[in-house]
């Protein structure tokens, strides 16, 4: 099909990892059905767990980590480019690490359904357990050799988040999160998250899709007189932001868009709520409501900051 060809350069098997082969004619979540099946999942390796021997804690946070092995271990290597759209790409790195983490889960939980960037939806669409997979978050940045990216595992049962993970593939940490309280491991010790307003450092996402657009721009916001004299602006362009917030390492977090069971937020998002963030839309609303969009707030007088700034590009009555 227009636009999607095999890699020009073949991609060889490394220890452990799942390899693709990628087929002519097929988009890239097909072609990574045609090569392994229910999502590109692969005979497990006889060391992962067996089903329902270890929580669904302990499976996410495994299964981000393997993920995070094979985005760390591709990392500056050339890699094949498959395009979604203009501006849109994945790369041979989140196609293994999506089959790395596949495998983690397929293995341990294989009656669930899964929800991946790549591979899209498998498994029952009525199933009350739904592995939300994000292999990494960043691509446009890892393939631009730049170190900020997230490897994202969450689970939904019915309309709870009961486990999520967010790697750093390059920090060595792994923010997690069992629905109730939230922790970054480091080196198999787990630290309680704290989030905290002192950095003033606002994380902002600029990339689409602009829903709200032209009511809300998030690049207007960072013009705006309030904004300027209160915080300072980062766009690291990857939800590992979000998970920041959560650790105090971020005063706050800005995005549109509707993010519902979202492979990319879903796990940050229910990092910074476990930790203790003030969490809403765009508006303060409840979040997946009204104009949707994601503010996040180490504490209630940040949000409530934003959300003025925010109110002041809406026109009255919306």
């Known amino acids: 099909m227009r636009g999607i060809h095999p890699p020009a350069l073949p991609l060889e098997p490394r220890a452990g990892l799942a390899v693709l082969t990628w087929e002519d004619g097929l ?38 980590q393997a993920g995070a092995a094979v985005v760390a271990a591709m990392y500056g290597a050339p890699l094949a480019r498959f395009q979604k759209s203009a501006l849109d790409f994945a790369t041979a790195a989140d196609i293994e690490a999506e089959n790395a983490i596949l495998d983690v889960i397929r293995t341990a939980r294989p009656d669930d359904a899964v929800l991946a960037e790549e591979s899209g939806h498998t498994g029952s669409e009525e199933a009350e357990r739904v592995w939300l997979v994000d292999p990494l978050c960043g691509t446009l940045n890892y393939a631009a050799r730049s170190m900020l990216v997230a490897v994202n595992v969450t689970l939904r049962v019915g309309s709870e988040i009961t486990a999520a993970a967010s790697v750093d593939p390059f920090a060595g940490e792994t923010f997690w999160t069992d629905g109730h309280h939230a922790y970054v491991r480091r080196d198999g010790v787990d630290e309680g998250l704290t989030p905290s307003p002192d950095s003033r450092l606002v994380d902002v996402n600029l990339d689409p899709p602009f829903p709200n657009d032209p009511d809300f721009r998030a690049a207007v916001l960072l013009t705006e007189t ?36 979202s492979v990319h937020f879903a796990g940050g998002i229910a990092l910074c709520q476990a930790a203790g963030c003030v969490v809403t839309g765009i508006h303060g609303q409840p979040l997946h409501t009204g104009a949707g969009g994601l503010v996040v707030a180490a504490d209630q007088e940040t949000h409530a900051a934003l959300i003025q700034l925010i109110g002041n590009q809406f026109s009255p009555g919306r």
């Not at 602006?233 to 990857?238: C, D, E, G, I, L």
């Open 226 to 261: 309030g904004f300027i004299e209160r915080f300072r602006v980062r766009v690291v362009s990857t939800t590992l932001a979000v998970a920041w917030v959560a650790a105090g390492r971020r005063a706050a977090y800005v995005t549109d868009g509707h993010l519902r069971d």
């Open 27 to 64: 988009l890239p979540r097909e072609a990574v059905k045609a090569a392994g099946g229910r999502g590109g999942a692969r005979r497990a390796d006889a060391s992962y767990p067996a089903r329902m021997t270890i929580t669904d804690q302990e499976l996410a946070r495994e299964a981000a």
